[in-house]
């Protein structure tokens, strides 16, 4: 049997995409150590795109040097393929997650 190091390449080949991100963001100091960066990034690969919100903490420790640590709020605009791309994902991975139940339990679906 020959060696096929890319025999997947092309059934798993959307897990990996080129796309782009662009955004803004505001670095507001509540303090001379202390930060708020409130974050608004757009980013596209394929067919999929995203939107990201995101409000990071600051922490200077020195200067020019930080810490920053907050949540982050994800809109997708396609469920399906990212559902199929995760279900790729899995199958590559060999893991036997059923992405639909994930996804009731968690109120997407």
Same mark, same amino acid.
């Given at each position: 049997?020959?060696?096929?190091?890319?025999?997947?390449?092309?059934?798993?080949?959307?897990?990996?995409?080129?796309?782009?991100?662009?955004?803004?963001?505001?670095?507001?100091?509540?303090?001379?150590?202390?930060?708020?960066?409130?974050?608004?990034?757009?980013?596209?690969?394929?067919?999929?795109?995203?939107?990201?919100?995101?409000?990071?903490?600051?922490?200077?420790?020195?200067?020019?040097?930080?810490?920053?640590?907050?949540?982050?709020?994800?809109?997708?605009?396609?469920? =399906?393929?990212?559902?199929?791309?995760?279900? =790729?994902?899995?199958?590559?991975?060999?893991?036997?997650?059923?992405? =639909?139940?994930?996804?009731?339990?968690?109120?997407?679906?």
């Amino acid at each position: 049997m020959p060696f096929e190091p890319c025999r997947g390449r092309k059934k798993y080949g959307n897990i990996n995409n080129i796309g782009f991100y662009i955004g803004a963001l505001v670095d507001i100091a509540a303090t001379e150590k202390f930060h708020l960066q409130p974050e608004l990034t757009y980013g596209k690969s394929e067919d999929l795109s995203f939107v990201y919100l995101s409000i990071m903490a600051k922490y200077y420790v020195a200067p020019k040097f930080h810490i920053q640590a907050g949540p982050q709020l994800n809109f997708s605009s396609n469920l =399906d393929d990212i559902k199929n791309t995760i279900r =790729d994902a899995e199958e590559l991975l060999g893991t036997n997650g059923d992405v =639909d139940d994930v996804l009731r339990t968690s109120g997407w679906i």
